[in-house]
């Protein structure tokens, strides 16, 4: 199950209080029961991803507010992300927060995968969340970045480009293009950040590189203790999510990442009561939103890991009952 570290969430329900808006009466209203087990919340104290969607659907709707997810990434804390926040703060540089930040950032939330990249004089940080993230945390987590980086760095701080696979209206998109003070991508292929190289060397206020030091290791701890809870199939998902095409991805390679056999894995993933073929099914799907209409269907089909065109027709028509031709002329 993928889930967010209850400091997180909290952060959410502390920021609605300012609102007007009773901790209490909101996780009745979206029917949260996961608070009731104090030995549970005690031993893993983790939110589901399902909770956290429902909350900021009610805060969005109640609040009748469309970038709810964004007000509320402006209002980050580095606290609210717990070790990483601190960790993050404790940095160098910004290179050195980011690399921290692809390293632990499951501790505050399993719920996506960054990446980072570099294009001569660009830098590139990229999300790719969960499929069943709603726009309103997507909109969180990228806000969040931004806004963390200018407290450390420097407030006038700005972005390049930023980059939405949603597709939002002119006047939202108006509003978030002057908070970022850069130009806004909306319908884009990913949700990324991009920014000039020349900010990877800039030196954090608050550097300190013993402190730094510790919290790495205090992450590590926490990571291998929240990964040896994890279930198989969170952690396929990650692996697929983090690859750039799905060509040659298949049950060995995948066995072979984890160090584990194909038989291994076919048996644990049973018992979670899914398979290696679903879980690639699933990616491909998720995928294919944000390639249909933008690419051929040929380079569709090769980035997807098909092994041709006539391949991708057919799992294309028994996920959603018609051809890629239809779709692309009716739909």
Same mark, same amino acid.
């Given at each position: !199950? ?14 609605? #209080? ?36 429902? *909350?900021?659907? +009610? ?14 990434? $402006? $209002? ?54 969960? =499929? ?9 987590? !990228? ?9 450390? %760095? ?10 939405? /696979? ?22 884009? #292929? ?8 020349? +900010?990877?060397? *800039? ?9 730094? %030091? ?26 697929? !999510? ?17 160090? !584990?056999?194909?038989? /291994? ?8 009561? =899914?398979?290696?073929? #679903? ?19 040929? =380079? ?32």
């Amino acid at each position: !199950m993928n889930t967010l570290a209850d400091h997180y969430f909290s952060s959410s329900l502390d920021y609605l #209080e300012t609102l007007g808006l009773n901790s209490q009466v909101v996780l009745s209203a979206i029917n949260f029961k996961e608070y009731n087990d104090k030995q549970a919340q005690q031993l893993a104290p983790r939110i589901s991803l399902s909770s956290y969607n429902a *909350l900021l659907d +009610y805060a969005q709707h109640t609040l009748n507010e469309p970038l709810f997810g964004f007000k509320l990434g $402006q $209002q980050i804390r580095t606290a609210d992300f717990g070790v990483l926040g601190y960790l993050i703060e404790s940095s160098d540089n910004l290179a050195s927060a980011i690399a921290a930040l692809l390293n632990y950032d499951s501790l505050v939330a399993d719920i996506g995968k960054a990446q980072f990249e570099q294009q001569h004089d660009i830098a590139v940080i990229r999300w790719i969340p969960h =499929t069943s993230c709603n726009s309103q945390v997507i909109l969180r987590n !990228m806000t969040a970045w931004v806004g963390v980086i200018r407290q450390l %760095l420097n407030s006038q701080l700005s972005p390049s480009r930023i980059y939405f /696979t949603q597709a939002w209206s002119h006047a939202e998109t108006k509003i978030l293009a002057s908070w970022f003070n850069c130009p806004i991508e909306t319908n884009a #292929e990913y949700n990324q950040i991009e920014f000039p190289s020349s +900010y990877l060397a *800039l030196p954090f206020k608050t550097d300190n590189t013993q402190i730094n %030091l510790v919290l790495k290791q205090v992450s590590e701890q926490q990571l291998s203790r929240f990964k040896s809870q994890q279930l198989l199939t969170e952690k396929i998902n990650h692996l697929l !999510m983090a690859k750039n095409d799905l060509d040659d991805c298949n049950l060995i390679r995948t066995s072979s990442a984890l160090n !584990m056999t194909p038989r /291994t894995v076919q048996r644990h993933l049973r018992r979670e009561k =899914t398979s290696f073929a #679903e879980l690639l099914g699933s990616e491909r799907k998720r995928r294919l939103q944000l390639y249909i209409g933008k690419y051929s269907l040929c =380079t569709i089909a090769n980035k997807l890991g098909f092994n041709d065109q006539s391949s991708f027709n057919r799992a294309f028509k028994r996920w959603y009952g018609y051809s890629p031709l239809y779709y692309l002329k009716h739909k």
